[in-house]
Nanobody
């Protein structure tokens, strides 16, 4: 079992930046693909970014490519999402997730563990 706890969400003006963190515990962190999804009010959960367990492969949705950066520190069992040039449409609850596979999937169903989420609100 893996427990995931997100932090770093909040309220920011458009054009601003936030860094989300996700601390993992319970099992060997280094063996998991890690990802971030988000869910805006009235919408389904969508893929934001993912990173392989070595950090050598990353994936981003087209909506965030060039603005968000995912990284991980396996020694600290933590994955990060640096979000720059935030837009009001980035407003959502952001979820950290872990996958026991080796491929960085964009599919919600491929991920095995989920955090409770952290709210990000971007004002215009």
């Amino acid at each position: 079992q893996v427990q995931l706890v997100e932090s770093g969400g909040g309220l920011v003006q458009a054009g601003g930046s936030l860094t989300l963190s996700c601390a993992a515990s319970g099992r060997t962190f280094g063996g998991f693909v890690m990802g971030w999804f988000r869910q805006a009010p009235g919408k389904g959960r969508e893929f934001v970014s993912g990173i392989s367990w070595t950090g050598g492969r990353t994936s981003y949705s087209d909506y965030v490519k060039g603005r968000f950066t995912i990284s991980r520190d396996n020694a600290k069992n933590t994955v990060y999402l640096q979000m720059n040039n935030l837009k009001p449409e980035d407003t959502a609850v952001y979820y950290c997730t872990a996958d026991r596979g080796v491929v960085v999937s964009t599919s919600e169903g491929d991920y095995d563990y989920w955090g409770q989420g952290t709210q990000v609100t971007v004002s215009s």
